[in-house]
C-alpha cells in the first residue's frame, strides 16, 4: 500500500485525535471565508496590495487551528490564485462539514424516534412509525457515509498546507536566481570565515600573547629578584597580568561564539552583548519560542556586528535593538544616532548580509549622510 493510502491513519496516530477539534474550527473557519477571499480575489485584479492582509488571515488560521508547515507567503497574481482556489476548496470543506452535520441530525432523529416512539417530524413520520428495525435499515448505510465523510474532512485539513505550498513554490527563474545567489554567498561566507579567522588570529596575537611575554618576564624577574618587598610587587603585577590574559580570552572566546547564546537563548545573549558594550542599549525583544541555532546564532552576530560597527565607526550616543517573533519569521531592527554614511559593501555589513542570505533572510540598510542609520534583518524561524 503506498503511503497516501496509509497518511490518513499515519495523521491520526500522531496526536491527530487531539488536534480533531482544532482542525474542525479551522475547516469550518475556512467555509466561512469564502466570502472574503471572494472579495479578496475581486480586488486582487485591480491591486494586488488587497490580498496581502487576507492571505496572512489564512495563513494565521492554518497555522494556528489545521497545522503544518508553511513556505513563504504566496504574493502578486500567486495570491489572487491561491485565494481563488482556496475557495473552492472552502465550498468542499463546508459541504463535507454539513453532511456531517446532517448525518448527525438525522441518526438522533431516528434514534429518539425508536427510543421514545414520538413522531420524527424530519422524515415526516407519524408516531410508532420509526422502530429500532428501522434503525437497524440506516445503520451500514450510515456508517459507509460517515466514513467517506470522515475521509472528506482529512483531506481538506492536508490539502490546506499543500494548497498554500503550491502557490508558494518557486519557478524555474526564481531557483535559478536562488542558486547564482547562494554560490555567491557561499563565497562570501568563505571570505568572511577567513577574515574571521585572521582578526581572532590578530586578537590572541597583539592581545593575549604579548600579555603572555609580560607575564613570563614579571615571573623572571620576580624569581631572580632577592629583596621580598620587591618580589612581591612584582608577583602582584604578575597577578594582575593574568586577569588581564584571561579577560582577554574571554573576550576573545566570546567574540567566536558566546556560550550563552548556545544555553540560555538569543535573549540572554543580546543583555549580556549589551552588558558588555560601553554605549547605552535599549534592548526590546518579543520571543515566544526558540529559533534553530542557525537562526539566533545569525541574528546574535549581525547585532553584535552592529554594535561593533556602531562604536567604531559611527560616533553614536545610544543604540536601540529590537527583535520580534511573528508569523514564523524572526524580525531585528538596530539603530543607532551616529552619523550614517555606512558603506553597504564594507566588510562588517557584507558579513551581515553574507550571514542573512545564507538563510534565506532579508537584508536592509538605512544610513543616509548624517544619521540616523538603521538596519533590519527578516529570517524564516524554522
Known sequence: MSRDQHEPVAVLRRGGFKRIPSRLAGVALGAALIPVDVLAVLGGLLSRDV?????????????????????????????????AVRSLLGILGGTVLALIVAGVVVAVSLTAGAVTGEAVPLFDAPAGQVTYRTVA?????????????????????????????????????ELENR??????????????????????????HDGVQQRVVALSILLGRAERQADRDEQSALYGRALSETRHILDDLRDVSWRV?????????????????????????????????????????????????????????????????????????????????????????????????????????TFDLDSPAGGPTTIRVDILCS
Open 137 to 173: 435499515i440506516f445503520v451500514l448505510p450510515g456508517l459507509i457515509l460517515l466514513f467517506l465523510a470522515v475521509q472528506g474532512f482529512i483531506a481538506v485539513a492536508q490539502l490546506e498546507p499543500k494548497l498554500w505550498n503550491v502557490f508558494t513554490r518557486p519557478r524555474s527563474d
Open 257 to 361: 561564539y558566546p556560550a550563552m547564546l548556545a544555553r540560555d537563548g538569543l535573549g540572554p545573549a543580546l543583555e549580556a552583548l549589551r552588558e558588555r558594550t560601553h554605549l547605552p542599549i535599549h534592548l526590546d525583544y518579543d520571543l515566544a519560542e526558540r529559533c534553530p541555532k542557525s537562526v539566533e546564532s545569525a541574528a546574535y552576530f549581525v547585532a553584535s556586528e552592529a554594535v561593533t560597527n556602531v562604536v567604531k565607526h559611527a560616533a553614536a550616543h545610544s543604540i536601540e535593538i529590537t527583535v520580534r517573533q511573528q508569523g514564523g519569521r524572526l524580525t531585528m531592527t538596530v539603530r543607532d544616532d551616529g552619523v550614517g554614511g555606512a558603506d553597504p559593501a564594507g566588510q562588517g555589513i557584507a558579513g551581515i548580509t553574507s550571514r542573512v542570505t545564507a538563510l534565506s533572510g
Open 51 to 83: 490580498t496581502g492582509p487576507i492571505v496572512r488571515l489564512e495563513r494565521a488560521r492554518i497555522t494556528a487551528l489545521i497545522g503544518g508547515r508553511l513556505w513563504s507567503e504566496p504574493r502578486g497574481w500567486r495570491a489572487v490564485g491561491y485565494l
Open 179 to 204: 542558486v547564482s545567489q547562494l554560490t555567491v554567498t557561499l563565497a562570501d561566507v568563505v571570505d568572511a570565515i577567513d577574515d574571521e579567522r585572521r582578526r581572532i588570529e590578530r586578537d590572541i
